[in-house]
């Protein structure tokens, strides 16, 4: 047998393993320096980023609960500016690849954020329209078919850069947003998103987050991940990044084999710092036991009944 190729086209760009750091996880990569270097990885995908700096949410903001946790940061990040100025520069200096994650309230807002990160090298933007939007009553851009592919075909006129939009995993139907999306001109999706959940003190008798309510992920959310990722796969022919609770290189392969072209470890590098590097060493081993050359050649071969 030949040697592996773990490499995979996503949108144009060669990563070098389909192992990708999931936005919101990792911050800029410097707190899993000592672990491994983002070259290693096939991308990183940093901290959501808006076009003014945001302090978040008051705490508290992070709830443990029964294989996850749910969190309402409030996308903390210190704008894009200070983005491109400070942490840019050190990551492509050490070899990443990097997808960029944007937010906003408007669709003006997300244009901007676009705009300037493609005057940087970047190699990805990520969209995330889990975000209220401040003009249509506070409902996220993500849960209408309309407004997906409105923000979308509008970002896409501000970047040169692929762009990727995140699905939010609240809606009825993600086939009908990712058609959405890719009618918008996308050059990718990831999903899922967080699911919205809620965790009550029984002393207090409040929620214990701050918020109310936050976003669940981890490896509860891991099957209904593998299912939206295959419902996708059959809708859409964009390239796909699947996530959402990926704890072992297991859960990987199969998120592959469920449609998905490169795969996103998030909540898992918590309690494992070292996982994203064990999850591309452990994709490499089945590959070899499995004789398959391409990494390629495991997406979407999943076999309904």
Not at 276 to 305: C, F, L, R
Request: hydrophobic share 45%; with cysteine; proline share 7%.
């Amino acid at each position: 047998m030949k040697a592996i190729d773990l490499s995979v086209n996503f949108a144009g760009v060669t990563l070098k393993n389909p192992v990708v750091t999931v936005s919101g996880t990792c911050g800029f990569g410097e707190e899993y320096a000592p672990f491994y270097k983002p070259s290693e990885l096939g991308a990183i995908a940093v901290k959501g980023m808006t076009l003014a700096p945001r302090l978040g949410n008051p705490p508290p903001r992070i709830a443990e609960t029964p294989a996850g946790i749910l969190n309402s940061i409030g996308l903390q990040n210190p704008g894009v500016d200070a983005f491109v100025e400070n942490e840019l520069p050190r990551l492509k200096a050490e070899g990443a690849c990097v997808i960029a994650n944007i937010s906003g309230s408007t669709i003006a807002d997300y244009c901007k954020v676009a705009e300037i990160l493609s005057e940087t090298d970047v190699d990805f933007i990520e969209m995330n329209i889990s975000c209220p939007n401040v003009k249509e009553g506070g409902v996220a851009f993500g849960t209408n078919a309309k407004t997906v592919n409105e923000i979308t075909s509008e970002v896409k006129k501000h970047t040169n850069k692929p762009l990727i939009v995140k699905l939010s995993p609240n809606v009825t139907d993600i086939t009908e947003m990712a058609r959405a999306a890719e009618a918008g001109g996308a050059n990718a999706l990831s999903l899922i998103n967080t699911l919205l959940g809620m965790r009550i003190d029984l002393k207090t008798r409040r929620p214990i987050l701050h918020n109310n309510v936050g976003g669940l992920s981890g490896p509860a959310v891991f099957p209904v991940a593998v299912r939206m990722v295959w419902q996708v796969r059959n809708a859409v022919s964009l390239p796909l990044l699947g996530m959402g609770g990926i704890a072992s290189a297991e859960d990987a392969i199969e998120m592959l084999i469920a449609g998905a072209d490169a795969i996103g470890v998030g909540t898992a590098m918590f309690a494992n710092p070292n996982l994203p590097m064990e999850i591309a060493d452990g994709i490499a081993k089945y590959m070899e036991a499995n004789s398959i050359e391409h990494v390629a050649d495991i997406s979407a071969t999943v076999q309904p009944w």
